[in-house]
């Protein structure tokens, strides 16, 4: 069955950055592009971008463009995100979702809680 | 950019039908598809391309799209159904996702 499996907690300062992983398996990696979705505490869910399984092209979202960096390793089939410059804003739970045929997300992680707090 | 509107809350009796409704410009135009959220999970898709439900979602789960509202329906709601409720869209011209604010759905 489709899993996507993806990294623990993290705690990070202000201004320092994290990478959270995400393994995909059950399916064919370069058939399906992997999105990455956040969820701020009280908030509602808020797409940051996509990238491309064979080519590694991304398409990130204007608010996340200079800093966010979203890659993936084809040889262990698992996607990256990369935040830089933390800030307290960006505590959120992260997600690393599939997209479906078209437009649509048919699997997603579990979640990664990212807290950044001095 | 384009804007997704839901009402933050909607209240439902279980057996009786829960109506979740989605605004935007003419989201008649576009496919809606819709997410279950409960917390500490991760979202499950209940409803694509405005009316099909996934394998595995039960029946009771409708949608549909039309003018500038598309509308998620729960039909004999059950305990389990208690979640928030996101409706998406894909901006195909921009090439950008867009989510609704998000329904909480609670069962009294």
């Known amino acids: 069955q489709v899993q996507l499996v993806q990294s623990g907690v993290e705690v990070k300062k202000p201004g320092a950055s994290v990478r959270v992983s995400c393994k995909a398996s059950g399916y064919t990696f370069s058939d399906y592009y992997i999105h990455w979705v956040r969820q701020a505490p009280g908030q509602g869910l808020e797409w940051m971008g996509w990238?491309?399984?064979?080519?590694?092209?991304?398409n990130y979202a204007h608010k996340f463009q200079g800093y966010v960096t979203m890659t993936r390793d084809t040889s262990v089939s698992s996607f990256f995100l990369e935040l830089n410059s933390l800030k307290s804003d960006d505590t959120a739970v992260y997600y690393c979702a599939r997209r479906g045929i078209s437009g649509y997300f048919d699997y997603w992680g579990q979640g990664t809680l990212v807290t950044v707090s001095s | 950019s384009y804007v997704l509107t839901q009402p933050p809350s909607v209240s439902v009796a279980p057996g009786k039908t829960a109506t979740i409704t989605c605004g935007g410009d003419?989201?008649?135009?576009?496919?809606v598809h819709w997410y279950q959220h409960k917390p500490g999970q991760a979202p499950v898709l209940v409803i694509y391309y405005d009316r099909d439900r996934p394998s595995g979602i039960p029946e009771r789960f409708s949608g549909f799209n039309s003018g500038r509202t598309a509308t998620l329906t729960i039909s004999r709601v059950e305990g389990g159904d208690e979640a928030d409720y996101f409706c998406?869209?894909?901006?195909?011209?921009?090439?950008?996702?867009?989510f609704g604010p998000g329904t909480k759905v609670t069962v009294l």
């Open positions: 003419n989201i008649g135009s576009k496919s």
């Open positions: 990238i491309g399984p064979s080519s590694g092209a991304t």
């Open positions: 998406q869209v894909w901006e195909t011209s921009s090439d950008r996702y867009v």
